[in-house]
């Protein structure tokens, strides 16, 4: 187990370059199945996620090898459709392996996915979809089988816009027969990043990024190079982490398109932000007004996964801030850990009542998930005193050499093995 060791109170100067998406990459790996043609992924962060998901590749028959930052994949040879059960609980995304290995291999078989421990995220919309494709599914033992003599079009309304149902749908659908309509889709930039990936391989998407994704099934998908979108959540994270801490950074390879809602709220508390082509620059002065209200939505609203850092944003901000997670039900683990740092916060159901204090104190934390624990450690960079950060297990699932970017920028930082 590792632990980082944080001397706060020092305000960010530098620059980072932003990593491509972790929430972009962990589909794209899982369509790399759909051919069996070489896939090359530039710019590949090697996070825990991604290699789980190499992992489980691997599993499959694929051959995988990482070249510097290069990952290249050659599937001509699988011929496995079980995703071990070992890997499937490692990683909420490995249910997005359903949709492409049935369309590869016609029938699949996975466990239960696991992940970060949120609230409840239930795969019925993902099942629900897949079956719309005739797809037959039974639930046995903790598994889920999946099989197919064909996969076919059809209409298909989601109960909410699921963002991995989407996701999912349209890799099982790109290799169908007919037309696929998924209406009420997720609206988040990673699909069409997800779309614009499968059309280079051969496949015909419209409408990512939009309420209704058009799909036209192929019958063979080729080889693809590309590089994924950056990171909008990382990028959201150094901004929040530059307006807790004052400062000025640069962020390079970043979509402000992207994050749009997160720097409207950091512009209303006085954070000066500027944008040219792939690059944002923040000023904070360190005075910070109330957040006032911060709801967390479906892209384009704010995101939920930069709910755990604008609390802690919220805890050292003027006045009192109302953060309501509308997502998740359980998306408060770092609130105890907060006020353990000295934050004044009140949780009620999905709603946490901040109030805002002069400044934070170095203590002891535990990261409970991955967001959570990136918020812990930008809060102890902007308090008082020493703290500790354990269960970077978390951390390292979304954020490759986040210690390291944190120290470029001035952070007193580093991790240590306990």
Request: aromatic residues 6%; proline residues 4%; contains cysteine.
């Amino acid at each position: 187990m590792d632990k980082f060791i944080i001397e706060g109170g020092r305000p960010l100067y530098g620059e980072v370059e932003i990593q491509s998406a972790k929430n972009a990459v962990l589909p794209l790996l899982a369509a790399s199945i759909l051919t069996d043609e070489r896939v090359i992924i530039h710019k590949c962060p090697r996070i825990r996620d991604v290699l789980n998901m190499i992992q489980i590749l691997g599993e499959l028959g694929c051959k995988t090898t990482f070249y510097e930052d290069t990952l290249v994949i050659d599937s001509a040879d699988a011929a496995n459709h079980e995703i071990p059960s070992e890997l499937a609980k490692e990683l909420r995304s490995s249910i997005f392996m359903l949709g492409s290995v049935v369309a590869r291999f016609g029938k699949a078989k996975i466990a239960y996915p696991g992940g970060c421990d949120i609230g409840i995220r239930p795969v019925d919309l993902h099942l629900k979809g897949l079956k719309s494709l005739n797809v037959k599914i039974s639930e046995e033992g903790g598994y889920i089988n999946c099989s197919c003599d064909r996969l076919t079009g059809a209409d298909i309304l989601l109960d909410c816009p699921s963002v991995g149902a989407t996701e999912n749908i349209i890799l099982a659908a790109v290799r169908g027969r007919g037309t696929t309509l998924i209406r009420n889709a997720a609206k988040e930039p990673e699909i069409r990043d997800l779309q614009n990936f499968l059309n280079r391989m051969g496949a015909k998407v419209a409408g990512g990024g939009t309420s209704t994704v058009r799909i036209e099934g192929v019958e063979k998908l080729g080889g693809v190079e590309y590089t994924p979108m950056s990171d909008r959540i990382e990028a959201g994270t150094f901004l929040i982490g530059a307006a807790m801490c004052g400062g000025e950074i640069g962020l390079n390879n970043a979509c402000a398109d992207n994050i749009a809602a997160v720097i409207h709220k950091l512009r209303e508390i006085s954070c000066k932000i500027s944008v040219k082509n792939d690059k944002i620059y923040i000023k904070s002065g360190g005075t910070r007004k109330s957040l006032r209200m911060i709801e967390t939505m479906p892209y384009p609203g704010f995101p939920t996964d930069l709910q755990a850092p604008v609390t802690a944003l919220a805890c050292i901000s003027e006045g009192s801030t109302v953060v309501v997670e509308n997502l998740f039900e359980t998306r408060f683990k770092h609130v105890p850990e907060l006020i353990r740092m000295g934050a004044d916060i009140t949780v009620r159901g999905r709603a946490a009542f901040v109030r805002g204090v002069p400044s934070l104190r170095g203590a002891d934390v535990v990261a409970g998930d991955l967001r959570g624990g990136a918020a812990l450690t930008l809060a102890a960079a902007s308090a008082e005193g020493l703290s500790t950060v354990t269960d970077l297990y978390h951390i390292d699932r979304g954020y490759s050499g986040f210690e390291y970017k944190l120290s470029s920028l001035g952070v007193r930082i580093r991790r240590v093995h306990i």
